[in-house]
């Protein structure tokens, strides 16, 4: 039997994995996604959504298209690692993503075939084509100038691309230098890590979205301040010492993570290094 079995869950609740049903939006995560959706449905052409690693980015990414990517009116497309080493491999992943084939293998033939896609999706076909860029960071000065391009193609009404950028912060000062790209993006969204409160709120609705009905809390007050205090409020940390400290619960087995479990894992993940092999 599973451990989250044991603790009357029907299903894990802290999976790291970027399950949109599990995503815990937070005023600054309802924030952007609101916004995007509205950027979007105007087809203003180009978002930035930045943010430090671990802080829902992707999640955010998965949550916008399970909510628009059942709609016919829009044509999602996504690209997880854009760290392509030229600017002909980029461009090829991009007409991959929607399935175009250029006439050849060259970034000019690349470009036309998207602009005559675009054109036939956004004009003939009247829906909203949508491109997410996830690890963003990655992205080379030919790549940031591919999609530059890629946005020039609109018409006196509304961008033909609606492009979204999720990225570290790092990339901030690159695409700031480059006016031309800068100047075309229509929202520039930060999400910062969780409050208090919010790392509370996370950990409650993870848990209920698991199944967990008991009346009594699984984690006390001063273990989500302990958590809270040692991950800085980063939900995909928070995510992975919550499951963590559930294991240990069944396995001692008690009723709820207090502070000393909480304690005793932080200090076991400081001697080791924390993160060290996290996904990122």
């Known amino acids: 039997m599973s451990y989250y079995k044991i603790l009357g869950l029907e299903e894990e609740p802290f999976s790291t994995s970027p399950d949109p049903s599990f995503f815990y939006e937070s005023r600054e995560h309802r924030e952007a996604l609101l916004r995007l959706e509205i950027a979007i449905k105007l087809r203003r052409g180009l978002s930035l959504i930045l943010g430090d690693v671990g802080n829902g980015k992707t999640t955010l ?12 009116r829009y ?5 997880l690692d854009p760290g392509a080493e030229s600017e002909l491999d ?17 970034v ?3 470009k036309k075939a998207l602009e005559r896609f675009l054109h036939q999706k ?22 940031i100038e591919v999609l530059r391009t890629l946005l020039n193609y609109e018409t006196n009404k ?20 480059i ?21 509370h709120k996370m950990i409650q609705y993870r848990l209920r979205r698991g199944g967990y009905k008991q009346e009594g809390p699984l ?14 409020g980063c939900p995909r940390r928070i995510t992975m010492l919550c499951h963590d400290a559930l294991e240990i619960l069944v396995i001692r087995n008690k009723t709820a993570v207090d502070r000393e479990i909480t304690q005793e894992l932080i200090a076991e993940d400081s001697r080791i290094g924390y993160g060290q092999f996290e996904r990122i």
């Open 179 to 199: 006016r031309n790209f800068w100047e075309r993006i229509a929202l520039k969204y930060v999400i910062n890590p969780l409050n208090l409160e919010e790392t």
């Open 61 to 72: 990414a998965r949550k916008l298209f399970a909510r628009l990517g059942d709609d016919s």
């Open 158 to 177: 509304f961008k033909l691309l609606q492009l979204v950028l999720l990225s570290q912060m790092e990339l901030l000062p690159r695409v700031r230098e």
């Open 75 to 79: 044509l999602f497309g996504m690209v």
């Open 108 to 110: 000019a033939a690349c």
């Open 219 to 232: 984690f006390t007050a001063e273990a989500v301040e302990e958590i809270h205090s040692y991950t800085q």
């Open 90 to 106: 980029f461009i090829l992943s991009l007409t991959d993503v929607y399935d175009i084939h250029p006439a050849e293998r060259s």
């Open 122 to 143: 956004g004009l003939e076909e009247g829906k909203t084509v949508v491109l997410l860029v996830d690890e963003a960071q990655k992205l080379s000065q030919g790549a």
